[in-house]
């Protein structure tokens, strides 16, 4: 915890608050917020002041600011980290972040070597970020980010590269050091020989893990170069003072025995384990470059003179008309002007079968144009395109930590710390109970149990994993916005579904209407106040009447989960459902509710019209069941998953959708506040509750449950509050979703199971506890081997989720 005994004044700069009223809501609301020392509200700068020893405190102080419905505005980045070396580097980059004045979170994930951070921009900014950082040893990389993923792929390359040479050099070197230690140590000059070649081993191609401890231990912390340092740098050191003074040995009748070929080939091994990491991790982000990858560099724009031009994506501007070409790649997100063709949405969507785009239509950034051409108008360009937004999103959930990695950040914390202890009660018990040659034997078994000790195995257990898991989510059509929904999914048993848009296809059509006595005079009236509304159901009645010309409507009122009522030269004009009509006092005609509930048992949505003293006509709108609907609720059945429908709509049309769809619980007419209480009726029983849903009047039930699943064609509301996209809006997603998060979390518990049992017995073994059994010692060189192969199989066993159903 950021503790210290000095408060820090901390800033937090406020919007929409308008009057000393909403000041003092907010000064109430942070007297409420533990560890505030003191604070106010000052109006006129528009910041609220508070004063702090606990770093921590900052993030809950915002959250108690938005939670009262005012507005923090921060900035939320991800940075690459240069310099990190081992798991430990992360944590110990994080924590230097973590505790600056100004960062509200950050976040450091080794996997993917990227911190993600989120500051308040009138405390510091992202150079300043970057300077604290480099003072811990580390760097940041600053750059424009169309530039920034490019720059960082050639430095990933340039180092790997580099990484790949010494570690080639280091092997090389390595071999006749051994081959002498072991079969030649006779021979003239055996020991100068090995030390000849270990030297450039160990002091140039391994200088990284001296220089790396070197700055861990300046800001006192410790890390996997810190074990490496020691364990290679006390076996050089020792090899050589038994070179120069080797009588020192002889005088007491022990032999000067040098370890070269330990020093030498652990740096060997560790590098070989580095170089093979670094290539493993690598293929952990092969969803987010496929992603980036989806992208044209240049596009075709349709001059005001009607030539065509091609230039960088950089410089396409909003409302641009561009012209997509035969088996291009669709540079920007837009609607289509003219032509048509069937495009490929299959990198976004997960959906093999291409989409028929005409006139009107959406496309999106990265999809692949087929045989057609078409126009269309440039509506969002840069960031704020679909692909933008997946591939921020699958950064941002890569970047993001299970709630099981808060444990594993506190065992690594003192992992090393702990080690280096272990080494010296090693070294301890040798010297006083070991007999002859305890000494050397005594440092020999310190040094192995500092080689054999392996942070990373731990640091990686979860992170490789979660990347893996979210991007193969991304490769499926299916959005995670971090880990701990992820890992939360596992455990769901209580579905909620949405009936429009998430089990139907959302695409309501008028099916039938019928007016009292054929009177369809209000016709247009009826137009009017549906072209006005932005429901889905109203904008299937507008394009029915498409032709009916509008009139001039006063006081439009939207009633949420009812309808709507309008005034018209002095009368009151209702549309909406039968409740709006009761609560109205309006009679319905007997012809009228006979349609209404034949229809209603035929799965279609019922709508009434009225004026104040009437029902003028009834509509039937009819919104398909999806194809994939039935089996995907088939199958969560199958999963032992309770399932359950709410909808707006009325009993008979809710009725006939559960019955044809094969679910058991229902509830209609519900409300957008009726399905947040549903929500947590269900949590009250102990459930883990997963909510679908595709509309604004979601938006709060998605916020309550446990994992929020939004459809990717529904509201841009319902997918930020959303902790997961289905982009396809298939249910059949769902299921994959699930058992995905069960292969994720099975993959973590078996990372950290063998990263945990692999310290537990390789630690022992490395101090000697067999030794008084059978005499058996573990040699540092095998130590190192060792200790290089457990990352590897952490990150080789995450890899492996690519390859599950």
């Not at 604070?39 to 910041?47: A, Q, S, Y």
């Not at 300046?218 to 050589?240: C, P, Q």
Request: proline share 3%; net charge neutral.
């Amino acid at each position: 915890m950021a503790t210290n005994n000095e408060n820090t004044t901390i800033y937090i700069p406020l919007e929409n608050v308008e009057s000393e009223h909403c000041a003092t809501i907010i000064d109430r609301g942070l007297s409420q917020v533990e560890g505030i020392k003191q604070h106010h509200v000052e109006l006129n700068n528009k910041r609220a002041v508070i004063q702090t020893n606990n770093q921590e405190t900052v993030e809950k102080a915002i959250y108690s600011i938005r939670n009262l419905g005012y507005t923090v505005p921060t900035i939320k980045k991800n940075y690459p980290v240069l310099g990190m070396s081992c798991a430990s580097c992360a944590s110990s980059a994080e924590n230097i972040v973590k505790y600056e004045p100004g960062i509200i979170d950050a976040s450091v994930n080794f996997a993917t070597g990227n911190l993600t951070v989120e500051y308040l921009p009138n405390m510091l900014s992202a150079a300043e970020i970057q300077k604290v950082i480099q003072e811990g040893g580390y760097d940041l990389l600053l750059e424009d980010e169309s530039q920034q993923q490019q720059t960082l792929e050639s430095m990933h390359a340039e180092r790997f590269e580099k990484l790949k040479k010494n570690t080639t050099w280091a092997v090389l070197l390595s071999i006749p050091v051994v081959i002498i230690g072991m079969f030649f140590m006779n021979v003239p000059y055996a020991n100068e020989i090995m030390w000849a070649f270990s030297t450039p081993v160990v002091l140039w191609l391994g200088k990284d893990f001296f220089i790396n401890a070197w700055k861990q231990t300046k800001h006192r912390s410790a890390n996997m170069d810190t074990l490496v340092a020691l364990s290679t740098g006390i076996a050089y050191l020792f090899s050589v003072f038994n070179i120069f003074f080797a009588n020192f040995w002889h005088e007491k009748g022990i032999h000067a025995h040098v370890y070269f070929e330990a020093a030498s080939v652990v740096i060997a091994f560790i590098l070989l384990g580095k170089l093979l990491e670094e290539k493993a991790k690598g293929n952990t982000s092969t969803a987010i470059k496929k992603l980036m990858g989806l992208q044209p560099k240049t596009l075709l724009v349709i001059q005001p003179d009607g030539t065509e031009k091609q230039i960088p994506i950089a410089d396409v501007k909003i409302n641009d008309v561009v012209q997509v070409k035969p088996g291009e790649k669709i540079a920007v997100d837009g609607v289509v002007l003219s032509g048509n063709s069937y495009v490929d949405e299959s990198m976004l969507s997960g959906e093999p079968v291409p989409v028929l785009k005409q006139a009107h239509d959406k496309v999106f950034s990265g999809t692949i144009n087929q045989k057609g051409s078409f126009q269309f108008k440039a509506l969002k360009i840069g960031k704020d395109t679909m692909l933008a937004q997946i591939i921020k999103m699958v950064q941002d959930a890569q970047g993001s930590k299970a709630p099981v990695q808060k444990m594993v950040d506190r065992i690594a914390g003192v992992f090393v710390p702990l080690v280096i202890i272990i080494a010296l009660i090693t070294f301890a018990l040798w010297f006083f109970l070991g007999g002859n040659h305890s000494s050397v034997q005594g440092l020999l078994a310190a040094i192995t149990v500092l080689v054999i000790a392996c942070p990373c195995a731990l640091g990686l257990a979860t992170p490789t994993a979660i990347m893996v898991g979210v991007g193969k989510g991304a490769e499926n059509g299916i959005l995670i916005k971090d880990a701990e929904s992820l890992e939360l999914t596992k455990h769901v048993n209580a579905i909620i579904l949405d009936k429009t848009g998430t089990i139907t296809a959302g695409k309501p059509e008028v099916a039938h209407i019928e007016w009292l006595d054929n009177d369809n005079s209000a016709q247009n009236i009826l137009a009017s106040m549906e072209r006005k509304s932005e429901h889905p159901l109203a904008d299937a009645v507008s394009r029915y009447l498409s032709e009916t010309s509008s009139v001039t409507l006063s006081a439009f009122e939207s009633i949420t989960g009812k309808g709507v009522k309008v005034i018209y030269n002095n009368e009151h004009y209702y549309i909406g459902n039968e409740k709006l009509l009761s609560e109205n006092k309006i009679n319905i005609a007997v012809e009228l509710l006979r349609y209404g509930q034949e229809w209603g048992q035929q799965s279609n949505t019922v709508v009434w019209f009225a004026n104040s003293k009437q029902t003028l006509a009834v509509i039937a709108i009819s919104d398909k069941i999806k194809e994939t609907s039935v089996t995907a609720i088939k199958e969560l059945q199958d999963m032992g998953i309770e399932l359950y429908m709410l909808t707006g709509d009325n009993k008979d049309t809710a009725s006939s959708i559960a019955q044809k769809t094969g679910i058991k619980h229902y509830q209609a007419e519900m409300l957008p506040q009726d399905k947040a209480a549903f929500v947590k009726q269900l949590q009250q029983q102990g459930k883990t509750v997963a909510m679908v849903g595709d509309g604004i009047n979601d938006s709060t039930a998605l916020a309550t449950a446990d994992v929020s699943i939004a459809m990717g064609k529904g509201s841009d509301i319902a997918m930020d509050v959303a902790k997961m996209t289905i982009i396809s809006s298939d249910l059949s997603k769902i299921p994959l979703a699930i058992r995905l998060s069960k292969q994720t979390v099975a993959t973590i518990k078996q990372n950290l199971f063998w990263a945990f049992i692999y310290n537990m017995i390789g630690i022992p073994l490395a101090a000697g506890i067999l030794y008084p059994i059978n005499g058996f010692l573990l040699n540092p060189m095998i130590a190192g081997a060792a200790m290089a192969l457990s990352s590897v199989s952490v990150v080789s066993n995450s890899l492996r989720l690519k390859w599950k159903n």
